[in-house]
């Protein structure tokens, strides 16, 4: 089983890479883009057994005590079997 997980900054937050890369999108004409936020992409590989209830739970926790800043991060993911 896999565990997709994104890391993106809080909307709260200034994201100042996004933004620079956003601003660069609008001076070389993409009009469709209207907002760019930047972030982290973690792919879990889990134990081929694991119950998809516990492998769920696992992964939350992981994601929010150890991949993720809460005061500034948040994160979601999908699991994949």
């Known amino acids: ?15 100042a890479q ?4 956003a601003d660069a999108l ?3 004409d ?3 883009v ?19 209830t516990v492998a769920n739970a696992e992964v939350d926790r992981i994601a929010r005590e150890v991949l993720t800043n809460p005061v500034i991060e948040e ?3 999908k699991l994949e079997s």
Do not use: N
């Open 34 to 52: 209207t907002d760019v936020r930047q972030g982290k992409y973690f792919l879990l590989t889990l134990a081929d057994d694991i119950e998809p």
């Open 1 to 15: 089983m896999k565990a997709h997980v994104y890391v993106t900054l809080k909307r709260t937050v200034l994201d």
């Open 30 to 32: 993409y009009r469709g």
């Open 26 to 28: 609008r001076r070389m």
């Open 18 to 21: 996004g933004q620079t890369v």
């Open 75 to 77: 994160y979601s993911f």
